[in-house]
């Protein structure tokens, strides 16, 4: 059955994506990249309307207390130069998400239950092309290509809704870091902490058991906290009982709790943002990758020794992320945008210490266009100069630029350019063979259905 779902996915994204180009227009992540769609109204025009199939009744279901969506996100990418060969990848995520209001479903005023499900499918560019980048050139491969539970919790607001109490299966960057996912390069997507320790921040769409607490302090100051089961047996693509249903892993020696701590301020107007201060905090007994005295597990290498470390317990980092509106230039969140995402990680554990990156964004590109925009990014991710192999101590450098095109009120195309510079950090590969900057074309459809 999840194969057949597969492959009812993956003809989904082509066609889609064909369909888009021979028609002429489209427009453009996980959460892809877009707001949800607008309210669905009584004129239904096939070009218009929020959703390809129409409202199906949706708007009567949420008017209930019942919120539900289906979306396809595809990124079809090809390698001009860099790696070992030039070739193309294609991979993507269908995700059904539903939000069940409480008050009006059972009378529990401030209750919701919320469900996510993921379906991945495709293959890596960097691997099909031999890119030693550090980060993904396709953002939305990783984790396997199954059918994943990302989501199923419950969430209680108290206290006028300053405090809300949230707990259940949940991805550490739903709540935490920045989620945003506007690029196709990893490096300007998702939680960035996860993105350099992915090895126990597990970002979507992998999910804990995990209990969540955010605090209003002020109608623009929050304070959060978490804390998440941390064991590696999260990750597994083999037992349907973890990752698609809810159950509880088996005990692991490297196991423990990650709990994040973050501060967030919202100004509002119409110079709205969001500024995210935090850190974390992991109390796993072993060093990155699962191997005690392991300070980097290098990708064709394997794991590094550091005669230093030992067992070691604990593993921490801090991060900043802002999200900031810059001008106001229409009616329709027409403006430039900006973000600024900066993470520092354990220097004795990590074998990516830290990653920056920098954009920004214009909505309303033409004044006939006023949902079509731009984008440009630039980052870095270091290599820790601890760790072995020629790429210690190195910077890998991606810059990206995309053209979003609005086709319909349900598609949306992003056009896409990576450039990235020194690719694993020095530009070497696993067998220490010095590799050419990669140029990258991509091409990002969203549908909502």
Same mark, same amino acid.
């Given at each position: 059955?999840?194969?057949?779902?597969?492959?009812?996915?993956?003809?989904?994204? &082509?066609?889609?994506?064909?369909?888009? *180009?021979?028609?002429?227009?489209?427009?453009?992540?996980?959460?892809?990249?877009?707001?949800?769609?607008?309210?669905?109204?009584? =004129?239904?025009?096939?070009?218009?309307?929020?959703?390809?199939?129409?409202?199906?009744?949706?708007?009567?279901?949420?008017?209930? /207390?019942?919120?539900?969506?289906?979306?396809?996100?595809?990124?079809?990418?090809?390698?001009? #130069?860099?790696?070992?060969?030039?070739?193309?990848?294609?991979?993507?995520?269908?995700?059904?998400?539903?939000?069940?209001?409480?008050?009006?479903?059972?009378?529990?005023?401030?209750?919701?239950?919320?469900?996510?499900?993921?379906? $991945?499918?495709?293959?890596?560019?960097?691997?099909?092309?031999?890119?030693?980048?550090?980060?993904?050139?396709?953002? &939305?491969?990783?984790?396997?290509?199954?059918? $994943?539970?990302?989501?199923?919790?419950?969430?209680?607001?108290?206290?006028?809704?300053?405090?809300?109490?949230?707990?259940?299966? !949940?991805?550490?960057? #739903?709540?935490?870091?920045?989620?945003?996912?506007?690029?196709?390069? !990893?490096?300007?997507?998702?939680?960035?902490?996860?993105?350099?320790?992915?090895?126990?921040?597990?970002?979507?769409?992998?999910?804990?058991?995990?209990? %969540?607490?955010?605090?209003?302090? @002020?109608?623009?100051?929050?304070?959060?906290?978490? %804390?998440?089961?941390?064991?590696?047996?999260?990750?597994? @693509?083999?037992?349907? #009982?973890?990752?698609?249903?809810? /159950?509880?892993?088996?005990?692991?020696?490297?196991?423990?709790?990650?709990?994040?701590?973050? !501060?967030?301020?919202?100004?509002?107007?119409?110079?709205?943002?969001?500024?995210?201060?935090?850190?974390?905090?992991?109390?796993?007994?072993?060093?990155?990758?699962?191997?005690?005295?392991?300070?980097?597990?290098?990708?064709?290498?394997?794991?590094?020794?550091?005669?230093?470390?030992?067992?070691?317990?604990?593993?921490?980092?801090?991060?900043?992320?802002?999200?900031?509106? *810059?001008?106001?230039?229409?009616?329709?969140?027409?403006?430039?945008?900006?973000?600024?995402?900066? @993470?520092?990680?354990?220097?004795?554990?990590?074998?990516?210490?830290?990653?920056?990156?920098?954009?920004?964004?214009?909505?309303?590109?033409?004044?006939?266009?006023?949902?079509?925009? =731009?984008?440009?990014?630039?980052?870095?991710?270091? %290599?820790?100069?601890?760790?072995?192999?020629?790429?210690?101590?190195?910077?890998?450098?991606?810059?990206?630029?995309?053209?979003?095109?609005?086709?319909?009120?349900?598609?949306?195309?992003?056009?896409?350019?990576?450039? %990235?510079?020194?690719?694993?950090?020095?530009?070497?590969?696993?067998?220490?063979?010095?590799?050419?900057?990669?140029?990258?074309?991509?091409?990002?459809?969203?549908?909502?259905?």
């Amino acid at each position: 059955m999840l194969d057949r779902f597969a492959n009812t996915a993956r003809m989904c994204g &082509v066609g889609i994506a064909l369909s888009s *180009l021979l028609s002429g227009g489209a427009h453009a992540d996980d959460l892809f990249t877009k707001a949800p769609p607008v309210p669905y109204v009584s =004129v239904d025009d096939f070009w218009t309307r929020p959703y390809l199939f129409g409202d199906l009744g949706r708007t009567k279901l949420k008017e209930q /207390g019942i919120d539900i969506g289906l979306t396809l996100g595809n990124e079809s990418v090809g390698n001009l #130069s860099g790696g070992d060969r030039n070739t193309a990848a294609n991979a993507g995520q269908l995700w059904f998400g539903a939000k069940l209001d409480m008050g009006k479903l059972a009378g529990i005023p401030g209750g919701t239950v919320g469900l996510t499900l993921v379906e $991945r499918y495709g293959s890596n560019l960097n691997a099909e092309a031999g890119i030693p980048a550090l980060q993904l050139t396709n953002e &939305v491969f990783g984790r396997g290509n199954i059918f $994943r539970l990302t989501q199923l919790y419950y969430s209680q607001m108290l206290f006028d809704d300053r405090l809300e109490l949230k707990g259940g299966r !949940l991805p550490v960057g #739903s709540d935490f870091f920045f989620g945003l996912c506007e690029f196709i390069n !990893l490096t300007f997507c998702g939680g960035q902490p996860g993105n350099i320790q992915g090895g126990y921040i597990y970002n979507w769409p992998v999910s804990q058991w995990a209990g %969540v607490a955010h605090f209003s302090i @002020t109608k623009e100051l929050k304070i959060s906290a978490g %804390v998440y089961d941390a064991n590696p047996n999260y990750l597994t @693509t083999s037992d349907p #009982s973890i990752y698609f249903l809810p /159950g509880v892993p088996g005990s692991n020696p490297g196991s423990g709790v990650l709990v994040p701590v973050e !501060l967030t301020w919202s100004p509002s107007g119409l110079l709205y943002g969001t500024w995210r201060f935090g850190g974390w905090y992991d109390s796993a007994s072993t060093i990155d990758g699962g191997l005690p005295g392991i300070i980097a597990i290098i990708p064709g290498v394997g794991g590094v020794p550091d005669q230093n470390l030992g067992d070691q317990r604990g593993r921490y980092g801090i991060y900043e992320s802002i999200l900031q509106r *810059l001008t106001v230039d229409g009616p329709k969140a027409q403006g430039w945008y900006t973000f600024l995402n900066t @993470t520092v990680a354990d220097h004795r554990t990590s074998f990516q210490d830290y990653q920056i990156a920098w954009g920004v964004k214009h909505t309303g590109t033409f004044a006939s266009r006023p949902e079509d925009e =731009v984008g440009f990014a630039v980052g870095t991710t270091h %290599v820790n100069s601890a760790a072995f192999g020629p790429n210690a101590g190195g910077n890998e450098v991606p810059l990206e630029a995309w053209y979003g095109w609005q086709a319909t009120g349900w598609m949306n195309l992003k056009f896409d350019v990576q450039y %990235v510079i020194n690719p694993g950090g020095r530009g070497y590969n696993a067998a220490g063979v010095k590799t050419d900057n990669a140029v990258v074309l991509g091409m990002r459809t969203e549908v909502h259905f």
